[in-house]
């Protein structure tokens, strides 16, 4: 009982500062004058009451969290943040006399926190700047709790692959305790993503787009999530210098930010090179990229080259590195371009980054184990550890990412036939699926780049909410928490 609480201490302290995030979009409510300043002021309130009270009724049992502890704690914080972050929402939508059910409005905030991009809303175009704003900052915000989650929090709870990328982490971590030294790492991390952000932010800047768009698409480049200002997304642009700062930096977003930092301190390409991830992540979504464009000059959805190549390199960079942005309604093309792009969205990202999926590092893993599998059939007394670069990988990592991999294949199957039962075709079930566990957005069919999620219905809108955290979390984070061996002493 005594760890529940001081899991719960951390969670009111979370929601605490959390909370004074909604200052943000209130300030520019307040200055702007717009129509959701007084959701911003009630808002801020009930979500610092909540907040508070659960700090206070907690502080008591402060105390240093064990790995173990971890597990509920990341569930329940990135579960309950979403209620706070809802709140904003569900108060404007009630003052314009729209009201928002709470299923919609829980599934925008989560979707903004797991970068996922997926929106019920419309008309966006005429949303106050307050509210767009608290959309995409969400997705800002998000990206940064999963560098904390990918390189600080999931090594130590033993989700396979991210053991791996431990090394590439700056600063040594312990085993056992979640130490003031995940904070350093966390301080390092933030440091590079708010300085990418930053040089993101003036380039949309410099290539034409106003200091609003600019910040806001900065926000939903760099976490990866993809929400826009605008209905229409980047057609609203119609820029090809505006779709290139996109491609840069959604790149830059999906390799791994320990990688980033240790190149930024060495003043060196070098940690590029050397990681494991990195180079097979910028070959398979570039070389797809340019098979696609390709694809859709000789299927003649386009009949000039340079303009195959901006919409096919633009939309799958966008969708393999889990962002979700479109100039072009991709839906329409023939089904192997959207179906692989989908699929590169379930494993290109690098660990460590901001993007969804397996993971690049699981796939490789994989693929290593294979091929040893395969030795060892030819020559069974060989001995053909896998090895990332000089590294001998522990088999229990192995273990750990088939398990994985096995969940992950067993969730896409049971949330499909959910979908499907509710009354989805088959295309917009899987779609929608992979697209939610993959924190990808768009989906296939009615749920495509010009589709909305607003069509579902309730239930089939909470599979996809939940998708969409299990997703986030990888899985067995969460699932453990439903197993009765957690909950024994």
């Given at each position: 009982?005594?760890?529940?609480?001081?899991?719960?201490?951390?969670?009111?302290?979370?929601?605490?500062?959390?909370?004074?995030?909604?200052?943000?979009?209130?300030?520019?409510?307040?200055?702007?004058?717009?129509?959701?300043?007084?959701?911003?002021?009630?808002?801020?309130?009930?979500?610092?009451?909540?907040?508070?009270?659960?700090?206070?009724?907690?502080?008591?049992?402060?105390?240093?969290?064990?790995?173990?502890?971890?597990?509920?704690?990341?569930?329940?914080?990135?579960?309950?943040?979403?209620?706070?972050?809802?709140?904003?929402?569900?108060?404007?939508?009630?003052?314009?006399?729209?009201?928002?059910?709470?299923?919609?409005?829980?599934?925008?905030?989560?979707?903004?926190?797991?970068?996922?991009?997926?929106?019920?809303?419309?008309?966006?175009?005429?949303?106050?700047?307050?509210?767009?704003?608290?959309?995409?900052?969400?997705?800002?915000?998000?990206?940064?709790?999963?560098?904390?989650?990918?390189?600080?929090?999931?090594?130590?709870?033993?989700?396979?692959?991210?053991?791996?990328?431990?090394?590439?982490?700056?600063?040594?971590?312990?085993?056992?305790?979640?130490?003031?030294?995940?904070?350093?790492?966390?301080?390092?991390?933030?440091?590079?993503?708010?300085?990418?952000?930053?040089v993101c932010f003036l380039a949309y800047r410099a290539v034409g787009l106003s200091w609003f768009d600019a910040w806001a698409h900065m926000a939903t480049t760099m976490?990866?999530?993809?929400?826009?200002?605008?209905?229409?997304?980047?057609?609203?642009?119609?820029?090809?210098?505006?779709?290139?700062?996109?491609?840069?930096?959604?790149?830059?977003?999906?390799?791994?930010?320990?990688?980033?930092?240790?190149?930024?301190?060495?003043?060196?390409?070098?940690?590029?090179?050397?990681?494991?991830?990195?180079?097979?992540?910028?070959?398979?979504?570039?070389?797809?990229?340019?098979?696609?464009?390709?694809?859709?000059?000789?299927?003649?959805?386009?009949?000039?080259?340079?303009?195959?190549?901006?919409?096919?390199?633009?939309?799958?960079?966008?969708?393999?590195?889990?962002?979700?942005?479109?100039?072009?309604?991709?839906?329409?093309?023939?089904?192997?371009?959207?179906?692989?792009?989908?699929?590169?969205?379930?494993?290109?990202?690098?660990?460590?980054?901001?993007?969804?999926?397996?993971?690049?590092?699981?796939?490789i893993l994989l693929i290593k184990q294979a091929r040893n599998e395969l030795i060892t059939m030819l020559h069974p007394h060989a001995v053909s550890p896998v090895r990332?670069?000089?590294?001998?990988?522990?088999?229990?990592?192995?273990?750990?990412?088939?398990?994985?991999?096995?969940?992950?294949?067993?969730?896409?199957?049971?949330?499909?036939?959910?979908?499907?039962?509710?009354?989805?075709?088959?295309?917009?079930?899987?779609?929608?699926?992979?697209?939610?566990?993959?924190?990808?957005?768009?989906?296939?069919?009615?749920?495509?780049?010009?589709?909305?999620?607003?069509?579902?219905?309730?239930?089939?809108?909470?599979?996809?909410?939940?998708?969409m955290l299990i997703g986030r979390l990888e899985l067995l984070t969460v699932l453990v928490l439903f197993t009765p061996w957690f909950w024994r002493k």
């Amino acid at each position: 009982m005594k760890r529940l609480l001081a899991t719960l201490y951390v969670l009111g302290l979370t929601m605490v500062v959390f909370a004074l995030t909604m200052l943000i979009p209130l300030g520019v409510a307040w200055f702007g004058e717009d129509k959701g300043l007084k959701a911003f002021i009630e808002g801020f309130g009930i979500a610092m009451g909540i907040g508070a009270g659960v700090w206070l009724l907690t502080h008591r049992w402060r105390s240093e969290l064990h790995a173990r502890d971890g597990f509920l704690l990341v569930s329940i914080v990135w579960a309950g943040l979403p209620l706070l972050a809802s709140i904003p929402f569900l108060l404007y939508y009630h003052d314009i006399g729209q009201p928002l059910s709470f299923t919609h409005a829980y599934f925008e905030a989560m979707s903004g926190l797991t970068t996922t991009g997926a929106t019920v809303l419309t008309g966006l175009d005429d949303l106050p700047r307050s509210i767009n704003l608290w959309r995409v900052t969400l997705i800002w915000m998000g990206g940064m709790g999963i560098l904390v989650l990918a390189v600080a929090i999931l090594p130590l709870l033993g989700v396979g692959g991210h053991q791996v990328v431990r090394a590439e982490t700056p600063g040594p971590m312990k085993d056992e305790r979640l130490t003031p030294r995940i904070a350093s790492t966390a301080k390092a991390l933030y440091a590079v993503y708010f300085g990418f952000s930053i040089v993101c932010f003036l380039a949309y800047r410099a290539v034409g787009l106003s200091w609003f768009d600019a910040w806001a698409h900065m926000a939903t480049t760099m976490g990866l999530g993809g929400f826009s200002t605008y209905d229409s997304g980047f057609l609203q642009f119609n820029s090809v210098a505006v779709e290139l700062v996109a491609i840069f930096f959604m790149l830059i977003s999906g390799i791994s930010f320990a990688t980033h930092f240790n190149a930024l301190r060495q003043r060196s390409f070098k940690p590029y090179l050397t990681c494991p991830q990195t180079i097979p992540y910028l070959t398979v979504v570039l070389g797809a990229g340019l098979v696609i464009s390709v694809f859709l000059l000789l299927k003649h959805v386009y009949t000039d080259p340079l303009q195959a190549l901006r919409y096919g390199m633009f939309n799958t960079v966008s969708v393999a590195t889990t962002t979700g942005f479109a100039n072009a309604d991709y839906g329409s093309w023939p089904l192997f371009a959207p179906l692989t792009m989908l699929l590169l969205s379930a494993f290109a990202t690098s660990a460590g980054s901001t993007g969804g999926g397996i993971k690049m590092i699981r796939v490789i893993l994989l693929i290593k184990q294979a091929r040893n599998e395969l030795i060892t059939m030819l020559h069974p007394h060989a001995v053909s550890p896998v090895r990332i670069g000089t590294r001998i990988v522990d088999q229990r990592v192995i273990f750990s990412v088939l398990a994985f991999m096995l969940v992950y294949g067993l969730s896409v199957g049971v949330l499909s036939s959910l979908l499907l039962l509710s009354g989805l075709d088959l295309t917009t079930a899987f779609g929608a699926v992979m697209a939610m566990i993959n924190n990808t957005g768009p989906g296939l069919g009615a749920l495509g780049p010009t589709g909305n999620y607003g069509v579902l219905s309730d239930f089939q809108v909470w599979v996809c909410t939940f998708a969409m955290l299990i997703g986030r979390l990888e899985l067995l984070t969460v699932l453990v928490l439903f197993t009765p061996w957690f909950w024994r002493k």
